[in-house]
């Protein structure tokens, strides 16, 4: 996803900031308790307990719905950044190149076209489970046209096969919010003829807009896009 992201920790401390007479959160302290929160499991329980609900309300509805269809969000949704966000400090570097891991600096987009990012374990089972019942599966990603042979080759290499559809951004294309290029996104599937009974991804923006029926909210302390 080649877009301005804005690390989480710079979020919250310009929230704090916005108090008036109130000193910010320390980056420093808020990048430590992201990081725990990250490696002490926490995050990974939360991303299960998430995907679970999805798949039970896709045995749930998806399957008495003709042409069923889930549609999930790419970056910390489906794969995980996590190497490039850690090696990066939470900033991010839009160019550069990304060849000295677990050390940074390392470029986004030269991450991204290494196709190297693993699956985010429980979204995968999702996937598979949405797969077995017959409910058709679209990745829609903030990432543009420029990536889409490594982006493919990431998925299918992370375990995503056989998926319906990649839909992303033209090249040069930009929007107030991520919200306004993925609603419609969601709408061409339905004119297309698919019923969205979930749509899942790990930003707000990836889920504003209708045109699903449900909609599932991943953590992702990590970054905030609009």
């Not at 399957?63 to 939470?90: C, F, G, M, Q, R």
């Not at 209708?210 to 909210?217: I, L, M, Q």
Request: glycine share 8%; net charge negative.
């Amino acid at each position: 996803m080649i877009a301005a992201r804005l690390a989480a920790a710079a979020i919250v401390t310009l929230l704090f900031a916005a108090t008036a007479g109130a000193e910010p959160a320390n980056l420093g302290d808020l990048k430590t308790k992201i990081t725990a929160y990250h490696d002490s499991g926490a995050y990974d329980r939360e991303l299960a307990r998430v995907d679970a609900k999805a798949i039970a309300y896709i045995d749930k509805s998806g399957k008495h719905v003709a042409h069923a269809a889930l549609v999930l969000d790419i970056d910390e949704t489906s794969l995980s950044n996590w190497p490039e966000i850690k090696a990066d400090d939470y900033g991010y570097i839009g160019d550069g190149p990304c060849d000295a891991l677990p050390k940074g600096p390392c470029g986004a987009k030269a991450w991204e076209m290494s196709a190297r990012a693993p699956a985010i374990a429980p979204t995968l089972e999702l996937f598979r489970h949405a797969k077995k019942d017959g409910v058709a599966v679209f990745f829609i990603t903030g990432r543009d046209e420029s990536e889409r042979d490594a982006t493919a080759t990431n998925l299918t290499n992370a375990g995503y096969k056989d998926w319906d559809g990649l839909i992303l951004r033209p090249v040069g294309s930009h929007t107030p919010s991520a919200a306004d290029y993925k609603a419609p996104a969601r709408a061409s599937l339905e004119a297309k003829g698919f019923h969205i009974v979930a749509n899942v991804g790990d930003q707000k923006s990836d889920l504003a807009g209708g045109h699903s029926d449900k909609t599932f909210k991943l953590p992702n302390p990590f970054y905030f896009i609009k």
